[in-house]
């Protein structure tokens, strides 16, 4: 598996059998180029350039869903895969879109609007990877658009003075407002302004992730243990920037390897023992 473990992902991929673990790294790898493709550091990319990438990458899906073979292997692995899990098209084109709204949009003024960006960056990863985890409740798909938000929440909050500094501000803007935040004190600042903005942020993540665990169909638990690892890491990243009273200005606040897999570990019982996944 070419996935490295420094990786959130890593610790949940390997608990996935091997052909699952081949589709699920696939997709990833689909995505991450994607995303690559229009992802300049400093805010570079031009509307035209990206223009270009996502037509690109659209060219390559329809490839992917048709009986043209892809140009690239990204292409190439994912046209197996689709076939294989009967993967739907469609949350494919919504990442697309979003992120062509990396460049259009680098503002967002409600979190309405930033809810638009996470459902198409984040969420419909997650319903794609439920096609290849397999379930038998359709609540599942909730689920995936659930936990997707709370995961990408979870990068914004951390990753605020690096975004910054890249020309992109994920916060709403209503936001700043409300808790009298300035857009520079992104970049480095601390103050009791911006930690009780920063504190409301992780809060709005924290209900994501509890609702996640409501609307998880006990019955499909097992099959989305994979899902429920991520879950657990994420969350203890968001956990982490609260013990750090929300300093996520000084250095990238990480969860160690150690960590990582102490969580994947006592996820994986707790759902293979079917003890409560709420």
């Keep these: 598996m070419d996935v490295s473990r420094d990786t959130n992902f890593y610790y949940s991929f390997l608990v ?10 696939a997709v990833w790898d689909f995505c991450r180029a994607v995303d690559d493709a229009v992802d300049e550091p400093g805010g570079g990319a031009s509307l035209d350039s990206v223009a270009f990438n ?15 073979t892809p140009t690239t292997e990204q292409g190439r692995q994912l046209k197996s895969i689709i076939a294989r899990f009967d993967l739907p ?10 992120v062509e709204m990396d460049v259009i949009h680098q503002r967002y003024e409600t979190f309405n609007d930033l809810y638009e960006y996470c459902l198409r960056v984040a969420s419909t990863v997650g319903l ?20 997707g938000v709370a995961l990408q929440l979870t990068n ?8 910054f500094r ?27 302004q911006m930690e009780a903005l920063l504190a ?12 996640s665990k409501q609307v998880l169909p006990v019955e499909d638990a097992r099959r989305l243990v994979a899902a429920e690892i991520m879950s657990g890491i994420y969350f203890a990243i ?13 250095e990238v606040v990480r969860v160690p390897r150690s960590r990582r897999a102490l969580i994947a570990t006592s996820v994986w019982t707790r759902v293979m023992l079917g003890w409560s996944v709420r």
């Design 16 to 25: 996935l059998p091997p052909e699952k673990r081949r589709a699920i790294v």
């Design 54 to 68: 996502v037509s690109r990458w659209k060219s390559e899906l329809d490839c992917c869903f048709s009986g043209v």
């Design 89 to 98: 098209r469609q949350p494919f084109d919504d990442l697309l879109k979003g």
């Design 128 to 147: 794609i990877c439920v096609e290849i985890f397999g379930y038998r409740n359709e609540a599942v798909k909730e689920y995936a658009v659930v936990l």
């Design 156 to 163: 914004i909050i951390r990753d605020v003075s690096t975004d």
């Design 166 to 192: 890249n020309s992109r501000i994920y916060l709403p803007q209503e936001d700043l407002e409300r808790f009298s935040v300035a857009e520079n004190d992104l970049k480095n600042g601390t103050s009791r």
């Design 200 to 211: 409301f942020q992780c809060d709005r993540a924290r209900s994501f992730y509890v609702k």
């Design 238 to 250: 968001l956990k982490q920037i609260e013990r750090r009273h929300y300093d996520v200005f000084s």
